[in-house]
């Protein structure tokens, strides 16, 4: 049983010593104490099902037994040196990574966050093109510091005094709020072609990249159409700009189909941001590209005295190796359909529900007050998930508005734990009052 301070003491000394910026979630916040595989323990002993794996981290299993085995038995022998000297751990996982991507992107460079991820790979676009202007997508979310935080499109986690130079914003292709009105496909991706727009309008013509997430994490899961990355990657390209994935959260087998979230667009980018996911939860972020693009970091020193650190590199390796042993990507293919689908299934009952999207163990519930104005239901999807933790079970909120309902559990869960999340979701949303 759990012996530290109480929950009340630990309110107490966070109020105190703790910077109000570290934000926690629930109006009377939750405290885990314990986690094993896809459930979490609070101080008290309640199990909860972990419906959004420490928000998109976990992607195995909390303390997955292989994987701790491993960092144990580094965490004894060698914590970190800095990456001046030589280690195994960074050389294996860089090449492990390099089998998983796609052809010619064989070189990472590791971080410890998908925001300092996000920031190389600016810095690489900018270096190797010559060109400061970078498109992102509206509704994305791409990190804290300060240039992710400038390509991030969401007003509330922008901070007032912090410069976004060169940064510009494209639409999403999120459909079920179509900025014009139209219909997939007979709207002809007009979304996708406004990235023209925005080159040709504010930028001198030549860009240094576009970076997006394949389905937008923060951002309420938007999907956009199959087509659409297609559209805007070649217009980027035509304007002498990188093309750039930040599969922070959609990585790593999530999408079920494929290892990578933008496989199931069709396009080849010319490099990769990660994160979360990447390390079942420890600090660890990286960005890979091609062998010419890689070269830019040598233009200048660059130095990151804990990227590449052996323990991360050790837990990144185990994490691949768990994943591809274990058949989790294949799980998050069997149970995210099986959950999709039931999902589907309680939209046709509970009102509330606007749409249900994603794909794989990356899927999203809009919750809407009413289905024809699709006015967010941003108080509803709060009280639902106040009341999801009651009843045992953890999911997370997205979008804009904070209207839309996310679920990205640890890719282990099975089908009853889906069939658990369904269930729990369907009581609660016949106890919420639409306002
Ligand atoms: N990119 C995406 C898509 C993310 O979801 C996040 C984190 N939510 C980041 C980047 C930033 O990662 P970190 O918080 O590790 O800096």
Same mark, same amino acid.
Request: proline fraction near 5%; aromatic fraction near 6%; hydrophobic fraction near 35%.
């Given at each position: 049983p759990y012996e530290g301070p109480t929950r009340d003491e630990v309110i107490a000394l966070r109020h105190q010593y703790v910077s109000p910026g570290v934000l926690t979630y629930y109006q009377d916040p939750l405290m885990i104490v314990e986690g094993n595989m896809q459930y979490l323990w609070d101080e008290k002993g309640k199990r909860y099902l972990d419906g959004f794996a420490g928000i998109v981290t976990v992607s195995v299993g909390h303390?997955?037994?292989?994987?701790?085995?491993?960092?144990?038995?580094?965490?004894?022998? #060698?914590?970190? =040196?800095?990456?001046?000297?030589?280690?195994?751990?960074?050389?294996?996982?860089?090449?492990?990574?390099?089998?998983?991507?796609?052809?010619? #992107?064989?070189?990472?460079?590791? =971080?410890?966050?998908?925001?300092?991820? +996000?920031?190389?790979?600016?810095?690489?676009?900018?270096?190797?093109?010559?060109?400061?202007?970078?498109?992102?997508?509206? +509704?994305?979310?791409?990190?804290?510091?300060?240039?992710?935080?400038?390509?991030?499109?969401?007003?509330?986690w922008k901070f007032k005094s912090n410069p976004q130079l060169n940064v510009l914003h494209t639409n999403p292709g999120y459909c079920y709020r179509c900025p014009y009105d139209l219909e997939y496909p007979s709207c002809d991706l007009k979304c996708a072609y406004d990235v023209k727009n925005v080159i040709q309008y504010q930028s001198p013509g030549e860009i240094a990249c576009f970076i997006g997430e394949p389905i937008q994490g923060v951002g309420g899961t938007v999907t956009p159409p199959k087509d659409f990355f297609k559209v805007v990657y070649e217009i980027v390209r035509q304007h002498g700009g990188l093309c750039f994935a930040d599969e922070v959260q959609g990585g790593f087998g999530r999408t079920g189909h494929h290892y990578w979230s933008h496989q199931n667009y069709d396009v080849v980018p010319d490099g990769i941001s990660m994160a979360k996911g990447i390390g079942n939860g420890i600090p660890l972020g990286g960005f890979t590209t091609s062998e010419p693009i890689s070269e830019v970091m040598k233009n200048r020193i660059h130095f990151n005295t804990f990227g590449g650190n052996p323990i991360s590199m050790t837990q990144g390796l185990a994490t691949l190796e768990v994943i591809d042993e274990q058949n989790i990507q294949q799980n998050a293919l069997e149970v995210g359909s099986h959950l999709k689908n039931r999902l589907l299934e309680l939209q046709e009952k509970q009102p509330l529900i606007g749409e249900v999207r994603g794909l794989g163990l990356m899927l999203g519930v809009e919750l809407v007050r009413d289905r024809k104005t699709k006015e967010p239901a941003n108080t509803e999807a709060a009280a639902v998930m106040e009341e999801c933790k009651n009843r045992g079970l953890i999911v997370g909120k997205g979008g804009l508005f904070g209207n839309t309902l996310r679920i990205k559990p640890p890719m282990c869960i099975t089908k009853e734990d889906a069939d658990f999340m369904v269930e729990c979701l369907d009581e609660v949303l016949n106890t919420i009052q639409i306002k």
């Open positions: 303390c997955h037994p292989t994987i701790i085995e491993k960092v144990q038995a580094q965490t004894g022998r #060698l914590q970190h =040196t800095t990456t001046i000297y030589l280690h195994p751990a960074i050389a294996q996982f860089a090449e492990k990574l390099a089998s998983k991507m796609p052809e010619g #992107l064989t070189r990472s460079y590791f =971080t410890n966050s998908g925001s300092e991820a +996000n920031e190389v790979a600016i810095l690489s676009a900018r270096e190797y093109t010559g060109n400061e202007p970078v498109i992102a997508l509206r +509704n994305g979310y791409h990190g804290g510091t300060s240039i992710p935080m400038g390509l991030t499109a969401h007003g509330n």
